[in-house]
């Protein structure tokens, strides 16, 4: 397992070769063909452009989709090693273990990679009340209404949107972890 | 409702005021500030500088996550207006309707908007076999080991992993739709 400290918070490259990771750097391997992504028991994660893959976090007992965010090789390496989800904030540009402010750590019980290994799933035991930052249990508290509308915005309704807790007292000034 | 043929299979900017969608273009709101966007009950989807968002399809008896992938901001209409799912193909750059060659239709039973925006879910019902161009029903048919691990490849395993249709009879030629 890696110490901590062997980590910068800096963004990870796509780029296999140049990760600083001298414990793991093996543990992911190169992309091959669709078919070995697919049906191989490697793990070798498409990033995007940005070194990203998507991660889904649900929650282990229920199913319940929780949230949505992003994983760079650092994020997907700590969370597999640590088995705490860690993910890439794409707007503060810096690594994130969810729960660091809050105390609303994801314990991952399950993770699963999708067949061309470009989005990940946890499930997760979520410790706390919630795992959204606004204070519900999921991000996903609102429904978008179907069917066809002529004209002017869409109502959004909300579902389960009750406050589990007070995202204040939670996060402080320290949003979103 | 749109009228087939006024979309074009074009890739959309992020822009809303350049969409060609006259008969939809107020469906999303422009973006406000975060407690407009976490509180307020009008879709103002948070597209990425590609002009996606990303889409957990999640099948709406079950739970279970059957795949993620993205959204431009025509598949997103396409879906509310169809109440089918529609998406964008990052790797071939085109709309593609979920089961338009292989049948594996995604009736939405209900959507969801996270807290910021960026991201979508969808209860579908799965028409057909399964979600999985390789004839799975999940995408997410491979675990990765968890914990501490020195050196070497990761190795998966294979999980609820049989194939419940012929991918080859099902899509052909054409993949993944």
Chains 1, 2 share one sequence.
């Not at 543990?27 to 669709?34: C, E, H, I, M, Q």
């Amino acid at each position: 397992m890696e110490k901590s400290g062997e980590f910068s918070a800096s963004h990870f490259p796509a780029d296999h070769a140049r990760w600083p990771l001298s414990g793991n750097s093996d543990w992911f391997v190169p992309r091959g063909s669709p078919a070995e992504m697919e049906e191989g028991s490697e793990l070798s994660p498409k990033f995007d452009p940005e070194g990203l893959v998507t991660c889904v976090a649900t929650d282990a007992m229920s199913g319940e989709v929780l949230m949505l965010a992003h994983m760079n090789a650092e994020a997907l390496i700590k969370t597999i090693a640590t088995g705490e989800a860690w993910y890439f904030s794409r707007s503060r540009k810096m690594l994130w273990r969810k729960g660091e402010s809050s105390g609303h750590v994801q314990r991952v019980v399950e993770m699963r990679v999708d067949c061309d290994q470009d989005a990940i799933l946890i499930k997760v035991e979520q410790r706390g009340e919630g795992a959204c930052h606004t204070g519900r249990r999921s991000c996903f508290y609102r429904a978008v209404p179907l069917g066809p509308k002529d004209h002017g915005p869409l109502a959004l309704e909300f579902r389960q949107a009750e406050r589990i807790f007070d995202p204040r007292a939670a996060y402080g000034d320290q949003k979103k972890r």
